[in-house]
C-alpha cells in the first residue's frame, strides 16, 4: 500500500514529522496528538514502511506503562526477549511499567497506533539502543 492509499485508511490522520524524536527512531515518523491533561497524553503515531522507534522503557514506581491501539497498516511490538507481536488494525497492546521493549511498521507497510501514556508516579522514559538492522530483518 503507498503512502497516498494509507492515508486513506489512517482515520487519525498522520500528523507532521516527529522531528522532536526522530534521533530515537529509524527511519521517518509522524505524531498527530489527539488529547491532553494533566496526567495523560494520546496521539497517532504513524510509521513509515520499515520505521521502528528504539528500544525504550516507560519507567514508573506505580502504575505507569503505555498501551497502543492499532489502527492502520501492518506493525511489530516485542519486549525484550520475547518474540515479535504481529500488529494490524484493532489489536490492543498493554506495556506494563518498567519493561523494556519497542514498535514499529513492518517493512512493507505504513503503520499507525494510537499510543497512551498510562498514568504513573515517578514516571519517565528512558531511551535506549535502535533495533539493529539484523534484528529487524529477522521479522
Known sequence: MDEIEFDKINIFGKGNPNVDYAQYFVGN?????????????????????????????HHST??????????????????????????NPGVVITIPANVKHWHGAKKDSWFSHIAVEVPGENSSNEWCE??????????
Open 29 to 57: 515518523s509522524y505524531l498527530n496528538p489527539l488529547a491532553k491533561t494533566d496526567n495523560m497524553f494520546l496521539a497517532n503515531v504513524t510509521f513509515e514502511p520499515g520505521c521502528r522507534n528504539n528500544w525504550h522503557i
Open 130 to 139: 535502535p533495533v539493529s538492522d539484523e534484528e529487524y530483518e529477522k521479522l
Open 62 to 87: 506505580k502504575g505507569g506503562g503505555q498501551i497502543l491501539i492499532c489502527t492502520a497498516g501492518e506493525g511489530w511490538y516485542q519486549e525484550e526477549g520475547k518474540e515479535a507481536v504481529s500488529l
